[in-house]
């Protein structure tokens, strides 16, 4: 599908429609990167939902994303020209290369990655990136559900340029290691003509003894939680704070 407007990427959009609303773990991220140094770095950033909230705060943060178009629009709505994104995978060190004193791995990265493999290379990528004494901060959410479901919920709704997205989960199809969400996607052009699609994401299922083992395998320890409460429209999560041993 090709995006309206000034917009790079149709997947830029639907994470506006699907994941911008959410901003109840905005202040856990300020509190946890408050006083960086060297600049936070962003995993998995997207088009800017937390690194956009950091810059408006104050705090200068790099992001990460492997899709192109993702990065030219988190760019392109940044509020602040310090704060920028890269085209990079998040499992790999050398990209964006430096060292962070603050490093952020935000809305389930860990659980949506790809399995336990690729998430212990992003949690050894995490290690090699942080400075001596550098804190890292990586969300999921343990409350998963056991039994497969066809949820009755109201759609995230959002009009993009005389466009409306629509996008409503409508199937939870819960496994024993994973919980894949399936999403209805819907977008009515100006002119009434209705595009419909569908898309899905996989979230492993994790709890605080299995990520804290995971993070220690790579040189990092928990020194604290923090709680992120549910909302009416989102579960509650967990960020795991670690610092490297």
Not at 41 to 49: C, T, V
Not at 75 to 80: F, G
Not at 199 to 227: K, N, Y
């Amino acid at each position: 599908m090709t995006p309206p407007g000034q917009w790079s990427s149709e997947a830029s959009i639907w994470q506006l429609v699907e994941s911008c609303g959410y901003s109840a773990d905005f202040e856990a991220w300020r509190g946890l990167t408050r006083g960086s140094r060297t600049g936070v770095l962003d995993l998995g950033s997207g088009i800017g939902r937390v690194a956009h909230d950091l810059a408006r705060t104050g705090t200068r943060a790099l992001g990460v994303d492997h899709d192109e178009g993702i990065v030219a629009d988190f760019n392109r709505l940044s509020p602040d020209p310090s704060t920028r994104a890269v085209t990079g995978d998040a499992t790999d060190p050398g990209r964006p290369g430096g060292r962070f004193d603050r490093i952020i791995a935000p809305q389930q990265l860990l659980q949506i990655v790809g399995g336990r493999s690729r998430r212990q290379a992003l949690i050894a990528a995490t290690a090699r990136r942080l400075t001596p004494g550098g804190t890292a901060g990586f969300a999921f959410s343990e409350e998963m559900p056991v039994v497969s479901s066809e949820p009755m919920l109201l759609p995230d709704l959002r009009e993009i340029e005389s466009w409306i997205y629509s996008s409503r989960p409508n199937r939870l199809e819960a496994g024993p290691d994973s919980v894949t969400v399936h999403r209805l996607r819907q977008r009515v052009s100006p002119s009434g003509d209705l595009t419909q699609s569908s898309d899905r994401i996989t979230l492993d299922r994790l709890s605080r003894p299995e990520v804290t083992a995971e993070l220690a395998e790579e040189g990092l320890e928990v020194s604290g939680w923090i709680e992120v409460p549910a909302t009416e429209l989102h579960v509650a999560s967990l960020i795991a704070v670690a610092r490297g041993l």
